[in-house]
């Protein structure tokens, strides 16, 4: 309406509707402290979906509860309860069936007591037998009818949703005349379905005749497959799920109940959905127990539970390859689990969407994995918890903010000209501006006033880290502070010193040279073997293709070397105790790299007196320094060892 005023303000009735469900930077965050506390990084980022964030919602509580469901389901009743409900209804039949001919006489009375008399105790073999008795009571023949139809009533709105009244309709001649064309015509549409022919005319058809049968409404061939292969599955696991002398009795009572003609098109059936539909667990059988005795429906219907349960336990693993939370199907949550779980289930999903849409994850053949982005924030996470460990003094400046790339301070300035790339002298700038226009508040400048800082360029360094990735780093706790080491120094180079060259070499049994993301996913080497001499090797040609710079190798290892590459084949042996051989290759390439002038330091984690030893004749050989932090001090002592030494000899 016009004249009316309207006023913006910051949102104050609670919790902001409009915001995200989880804060995706805190989420990150948790990831980052699982991988730099030793974790894998995709067990990190399943971890996160698993608990949730901040410890809520996430998979492993909807998978108890579906666990839970699971084990009650099991409880539910009597598998057997249709054959023994049968069976109730049989002897009522037979006794009523005799109470009349006691009251008759004559031949036929006689000898049709005899025929009861003798009927086989399979009740299924008993209700075949009987299928042409001429009943003469009225009661007793009601109740046979009542076995029957109940059993077919049951079958058929098992299969058939729409099919309500099922035991009157399928009664009916000419419902089953109906019935019998509907499955026929089923079969045939699944039939050319089967052979890849294109079945939407005949699909729109079939729903145009026997669309009452199927109130789910299904949209293609593929949906109305869905539907029916789950309660054909259902009714299968039955079968599977009674003994041996159950299941014959059964199939034969259902036979018996449904006649030849809808027998057959519901074997058909059958056969063609188990074809289009192989991943359902058909074979799978159940052992359900209870006291209440479950008729066919209802026993069908707990092996249908259970099987969509299992399906859903199975998505909420996110076990397999390339596994996403897409997997999981939010309408069988909402059936199984209620409106809360689905709920919960559609946050992780708007949370690993929001991941990926703002760049913190991507999505590979494996799964999820940290982008780079999320890298970078999780590298400056080590730095700075390194960074708040180390104390002001000899061991440099560890202020990142204050970095600059260009060069070292020199102590001088001058006048600043187009170009200059160097920070402003303010207090040289501002009296050169007093001077020229006097003691006058605001202070005028001009273009002649300014003054840079002069710099010193500084000298790079090509730096190889070189990280034992043997599984006693994991055993004795050094994993988590060892990758978190190496991703903090691989951060300070990338922020504060671009100009170096850092190469990470990970050695187990065998060197290799990682990327960071490759440092934050890898894992450890369960092959036994120290190969510091293929470690010293790629750290030598690393320094090699950086000539002009400070040559720095840093080790860190907590087992002295135990594996060498053959000279004959390249292929990495392994011996324990160190061979001669080990050692003499290793020592080898140390030499190459103190002949090159690299410094090499070595950080000895633990106390093994073999590892002390070699070491400390390392280090003297290659006029190095020997460390023996504790594992939790490994990152402070490393970057600073880093800052020393890139200051370097040349």
Known sequence: MAGNRF??????????????????????????????????????????????????????????????????????????????????????????????????????????????????????RAMAELSGYEWVSAEARATYQRILDGLRGEVLEQRFAGLRDAARAAADPQVQRQLAAMMRDLNDLLARHARAEDTTDAFAEFMRRHGEFFP?????????VDVLARRSAAGERLMRSLSERQRTELAGLMRQSL???????????????????????????????????????????????????????????????????????????????????????????????????QGWVARDADGLTLSPKALRRLAGTALRRVFADLTAGPRGQHELRAAGAAG?????SRLWQYGDEQPLDVVRTLTRAVRRAGPTVPVPLAVEDFEVVETERRASAAVALCVDLSYSMVSQGRWGPMKQTALALSHLVATRFPQDALQIVGFGREATTLTRQELAAVE??????????????????????????????????????????????????????????????????????TRYGATLNLFMLGDDPGLRRFVEAVARRARGRVFTPDADDLGEYVVSDYLRARRGRR
């Open 408 to 412: 070292e301070v020199s102590g001088g």
């Open 216 to 224: 789910e409404r299904p949209r293609d061939v593929e949906e109305l």
């Open 259 to 357: 006649g030849d003609r809808l027998a057959g098109e519901l074997s058909a059936l059958d056969a063609h959905l188990r074809a289009l539909r192989p991943d359902l667990n058909w074979q799978r059988g159940e052992r359900v127990r209870g006291d209440q005795p479950l008729g066919y429906g209802e026993a069908t219907g707990a092996l249908g539970e259970i099987a969509e349960l299992d399906e859903l336990l199975d998505a909420l693993e996110q076990g397999h390859p390339g596994a996403s939370l897409d997997d999981v199907d939010v309408e069988a949550v909402t059936r199984t689990l209620g409106r809360d779980a689905a709920d919960d289930v559609r946050r992780l999903q708007e949370l690993e969407r929001e991941l990926r849409r």
């Open 524 to 593: 450890p080497d369960l092959e036994q073997g120290t190969n510091l001499q293929h470690a010293l090797r790629l750290a030598g040609r690393h320094l090699r293709r950086h000539p002009g710079a400070e040559p720095v190798v840093l080790v860190v290892t907590d087992g002295e070397p135990t594996a060498h590459l053959d000279p004959d084949d390249g292929q990495a042996y392994f011996h324990w105790p160190p061979l001669p051989e080990t050692i003499e290759v290793t020592v080898r390439e140390v030499d190459r790299l």
């Open 7 to 124: 006023r913006y303000g910051q949102w104050r009735g609670g919790p902001d509707p409009l915001a995200p469900p989880y804060d995706v930077r805190a989420a990150v965050d948790e990831v980052g402290a699982d991988v730099l506390a030793g974790g894998s990084l995709r067990e990190a980022l399943r971890n996160l979906l698993r608990r949730g964030p901040q410890g809520r919602g996430g998979l492993d509580d909807l998978a108890a509860r579906a666990r839970r469901l699971r084990r009650e389901a099991l409880r539910r009743g009597d598998l057997d309860g249709t054959v023994t409900r049968a069976r109730a209804l049989l002897d009522q039949a037979l006794a009523a069936e005799r109470d009349e001919l006691r009251g008759r006489d004559g031949d036929e009375a006689r000898f049709a007591e005899t025929v009861l008399e003798n009927l086989p105790r399979s009740t299924a």
